[in-house]
């Protein structure tokens, strides 16, 4: 039986490993690029964050747009995605978050 979360359009995702980390977000963009053999991520916005963070995949994250909303103590859920990530606070503040990449063979 495959390993992984299941994704309806794509069937299991065959996960055979990970690369977590936790960072740093401003008002100036981070980008984090997928490791070898990238699957899909996680992507999590501290409980304790004071404002919204972006992000988005293969474009430039903006404190407008383009990107998408994640809110303090929010997640993104899987995403089947080896794309790199950007990432920027809504505010200057600094703002943490934890981005977990699943990896396959």
Do not use: C, K, Q
Request: charged share 10%.
């Amino acid at each position: 039986m495959p390993l992984g979360p299941f994704r309806p359009s794509y069937g299991y995702l065959n996960v055979t490993g990970a690369t977590t980390m936790s960072a740093f977000v401003s008002g100036s963009v981070s980008y984090f690029s997928p490791p070898t053999n990238a699957l899909a991520f996680i992507l999590e916005s501290e409980s304790l964050n004071a404002a919204n963070i972006r992000y988005a995949l293969g474009a430039v994250a903006s404190t407008l747009a383009p990107g998408l909303l994640l809110e303090p103590g929010r997640d993104t859920g899987v995403i089947p995605a080896g794309l790199t990530l950007s990432v920027i606070s809504t505010t200057s503040a600094t703002m943490t978050i934890d981005l977990i990449w699943l990896t396959g063979g």
